[in-house]
């Protein structure tokens, strides 16, 4: 049974350039949440997707945004990169509010770096 | 703000020792769960607790919930090698619904 799967496993962006980060969930999951995770901190929630809507969103500005395609997987976009946006980007799946009774399942991130 | 904070930041143990790591958080929460990092990569969820439960375990874990002081404590018991990882709590609101925020978390380094 295959885990959550992201995509790519590093990226390395300019500053001002735009990136696309995949994530597909768990078998069965329809539920996916994005989050950036700075080095030392805890990760951080960027906006969750369910239905292909963007059900909930934390403290990021528009330049970070999202998808969710009708095979539930996920895409994170973030515009005009900046240097602080360097960081590890963790997509976590679950079945609708399932994550209230048996948490999350995460991919093992993203890691972007802007240089 | 962070919902979710652990204390302390980082703790150093001998193998065979417990390990207590704490997390206070600010509002009425629907649960609280415990993940665990290792090396940066992606978190693996360790246990939830439900905001009428005081107390539960899972193998060597013991979490235990004081609702009344927004607190919660991860027991880990004979620690291992393998338990060096840093430790997060999450809480899941019940003003943020479907947001599940982390803290900042406990490094933990189990000495052989």
């Known amino acids: 049974d295959a885990g959550v799967t992201q995509s790519p496993t590093h990226l390395i962006k300019t500053r001002g350039q735009q990136v696309t980060l995949r994530c597909s969930p768990k078998?069965?999951?329809?539920?996916v949440s994005w989050y950036q995770q700075a080095l030392g901190q805890g990760p951080q929630f960027i906006f969750q997707y369910y239905e292909e809507e963007e059900r909930q969103r934390g403290n990021f500005p528009d330049r970070f945004s999202g998808h969710q395609f009708p095979n539930y997987s996920s895409e994170l976009n973030v515009n005009a990169l900046l240097l602080g946006d360097s960081a590890l980007y963790l997509c976590?799946?679950?079945?609708?509010?399932?994550?209230?009774?048996?948490?999350?399942?995460f991919g093992s991130g993203t890691r972007l770096t802007v240089v | 703000s962070q919902q979710g904070e652990e204390d302390p930041q980082a703790l150093s143990i001998q193998e065979g020792e417990n390990a207590t790591m704490n997390c206070s958080y600010k509002t009425s929460i629907n649960n609280l769960q415990w993940y665990r990092q290792n090396s940066g990569r992606g978190l693996v969820h360790l246990i939830l607790?439900?905001?009428?439960?005081r107390e539960k375990h899972s193998g060597r874990l013991r979490v235990t919930l004081d609702t009344s002081k927004k607190s919660s404590s991860l027991l880990i018991t004979a620690s291992r090698a393998a338990d060096t990882a840093s430790y997060f709590c999450a809480t899941d609101a019940k003003t943020s619904y479907d947001k599940v925020i982390f803290g900042p978390g406990t490094s933990l380094s189990v000495i052989p």
């Open positions: 976590a799946s679950s079945l609708d509010r399932a994550f209230r009774v048996g948490g999350y399942t």
């Open positions: 607790i439900r905001s009428n439960e």
């Open positions: 078998s069965g999951h329809d539920t």
